[in-house]
């Protein structure tokens, strides 16, 4: 098996592959030789992560327009990526959506629904839409953070989205396991993101004081971790934390 055969014939289903995290592990798993069914609540740029994808390989992925956090629409994507690729062999649930600073009592409804919405209610309607047509030797991979782990002021509604997550897959980890698909989380610190540029805007300096490494991390090396966690044949139930040694 060559490096860019390790994931030939299999289809990874990604959400929030237009930018970020989800962008470089497509380009990541692409590399690998896997079969892509890409989606975003943003079209076009998910199509430019297709396209990206397919210029290094030549080989094309399907690309769909999907809001995780409505069902129907979840519905229709996870019976699109059937029909298109005839099963789903691994998931990357990474689509999210990023804090501002807010305490509870400040907090308006809207806030709190749109963030319990996307990064749970959304990882949560992944799951179960699929979960009926995942075989043995399936995966389920979900995006937490270490806001989900060690929450800070400012970021509890953000945090319990993360942590739901957490709970979720450690549960599902358990009711899958004996059918031979495993779920895990990874949890990533501080990245260099567009969408996390913002949360962490003028803070720069201050977010790599606080990391063994000084320095913040790269989409690419959550991408690695994702790769890790799909060939951990005996990894089931587990959080990896992404943050070169939070301090």
Known sequence: MTETTRFSNKVILITGAGSGIGRATSIKLANLGASLALSDINLASVTETAAQCSTRTGQSHSTHEVDVSNTA????????????????????????????????????????????????QGTF??????????????????????????????MSVYAASKAGVIGLSKGLALELGP???RVNVVAPGDICTATNAAVVAGQEEISAGRIALGRLGSPEEVADTVV????GQFVNGSVVEVHGGLQ
Not at 83 to 112: K, L, Q
Not at 228 to 231: C, D, H, N, R, S
């Open 179 to 181: 059918r031979g698909i």
């Open 228 to 231: 890790f966690l799909f060939e």
């Open 73 to 120: 629409a979840v519905d229709t994507f996870i019976a699109a990526v059937l029909t298109t690729h005839g099963r789903i062999d691994h998931i990357f649930n990474c689509a999210g959506v990023n804090p501002r600073s807010v305490n509870v009592s400040d907090t308006t409804d809207s806030y709190w629904a749109t963030l319990i919405g996307v990064n749970l």
């Open 125 to 154: 309607n992944i799951c179960r839409a699929s979960i009926p047509h995942l075989r043995s030797g399936a995966s389920i991979l979900n995006m937490s953070s270490m806001a989900g782990i060690r929450p800070s002021a400012g």
